[in-house]
């Protein structure tokens, strides 16, 4: 079988990185001293690669990230004082997503809540790991309009193929009997099944306020709270003055 035969089945299986690689292979002299199976495993990872790359810039787009492009090796622990490196990379490894545990991270605005949060969800996307992210008062908005159409069945399952889901600004507004009842359906339906990523500028003691009903409250909080990894930034300073700071002294 000659070499554009070859390339041929290559382009018809859609595997482009093996057959660019296997291209290049036939042309470079520094192949011919290896065997056909260290050859083979050099194309196989590279087409490999490549589907990693292309499923992890799909997660990426349907994950609607506020900060997409932020990684571990972006944190400036200069400016999170408090916040242990050690945790941080044990984190990054996702087993409490595998065990479904949760993740809060609380703490004033200004403190890198958000930028966390998208830390560990790019982590979690780069293990092919479907991410969602969500202002809780979009979500909750977007569950109502779900209802009223009737189609909350058809996007509570859409949202729950997230293995992953965050919820940005927990706490932040009061919700209606309609808002709390169906975040508690919601919560219910990925119990024991996936994991929830929750930034907050409030307390958790405080969290029940939110619902105006404790029996919801203590239903959905008892679900989340049990079985969560805790970044407490409270008593962080903001990273905004700390940057202002630095840009005063220079």
């Known amino acids: 079988m000659n070499s554009s035969t070859l390339l041929d089945k290559c382009n018809t299986l859609k595997v482009r990185a093996f057959s660019d690689l296997l291209a290049h292979q036939e042309n470079s002299p520094e192949y011919d001293h290896m065997s056909f199976s260290e050859r083979l495993s050099l194309l196989l990872d590279a087409q490999?690669?490549?589907n990693s790359d292309k499923r992890v810039a799909?997660?990426?787009?349907?994950?609607?990230?506020?900060?997409?492009y932020m990684f571990i090796d972006d944190?400036?622990?200069t400016l999170y004082p408090k916040l242990k490196a050690k945790v941080i990379n044990q984190l990054v490894e996702c087993e409490w997503i595998?065990?479904?545990a949760h993740l809060l991270i609380i703490g004033p605005t200004g403190t890198g809540k958000t930028s966390l949060a998208c830390i560990f969800a790019n982590a979690a996307i780069r293990q092919h790991i479907p991410t969602l992210f969500y202002r809780l008062a979009t979500l909750l908005l977007e569950l109502i309009v779900a209802k009223k159409e009737g189609v909350l069945v058809k996007f509570i399952r859409k949202i729950n193929r997230a293995k992953l889901l965050i919820l940005d600004d927990w706490g932040n507004a009061l919700m209606?009997?309609?808002e709390r009842h169906l975040l508690f359906e919601l919560i219910e339906s990925r119990d024991q099944n996936s994991s929830l990523l929750i930034t907050s500028q409030y307390p958790i003691e405080t969290w029940h306020d939110a619902f105006q009903d404790s029996s919801i409250a203590d239903s959905v909080l008892d679900r989340i709270v049990h079985s969560?990894?805790?970044?407490d930034r409270t008593k962080e300073p903001s990273i905004r003055q700390l940057l202002s700071a630095r840009k005063g002294g220079v």
Request: proline content about 4%.
């Open 48 to 50: 490999l690669q490549a």
């Open 75 to 77: 944190i400036d622990y």
């Open 228 to 231: 969560a990894h805790i970044i």
């Open 58 to 68: 799909t997660l990426t787009r349907q994950a609607k990230l506020r900060y997409p």
């Open 176 to 178: 209606n009997s309609d």
């Open 98 to 100: 595998t065990h479904r």
